[in-house]
């Protein structure tokens, strides 16, 4: 089974950078440290060709109290894909190894977070 969880700070760098080319945002002092300090607590999924990050996906991994009962949970966000890889299914690719990940921690709610 592949391994699709990004780890290491310079993954998390590629990750930043395609976030900024797949989105087409500007990139900022202040929400490079926004996003740096978020990512700290979270799980990053990717995709590489070669060396380069063509896709990726964010899950914020937290508790919640519905009605007196605590539940794992996992919020996806930031789901990103570079232009000249889109419609390889690859998001998809992602986005079932993070559920995958989340069932075997019996993480039972996920929730999609959309910009």
């Avoid at 989105?23 to 740096?36: G, T, V």
């Avoid at 799980?43 to 937290?62: A, R």
């Avoid at 930031?78 to 390889?88: H, I, M, R, Y």
């Amino acid at each position: 089974m592949p391994q699709f969880r990004l780890n290491s700070a310079e993954d998390l760098e590629k990750f930043y950078q395609l976030y900024f080319y797949a989105f087409n945002a500007l990139d900022e002092p202040s929400w490079r440290k926004y996003f740096f300090e978020r990512y700290q607590h979270g799980l990053i999924y990717g995709i590489k060709q070669g060396e380069k990050l063509t896709n990726g996906l964010y899950s914020l991994p937290f508790k919640v109290d519905f009605h007196g009962t605590k539940y794992l949970m996992s919020g996806i966000g930031d789901v990103a894909t570079a232009p000249e890889s889109a419609g390889q299914c690859r998001a998809s690719t992602l986005l079932q190894a993070a559920l995958n990940e989340m069932s075997a921690n019996k993480v039972t709610l996920s929730y999609g977070a959309l910009h």
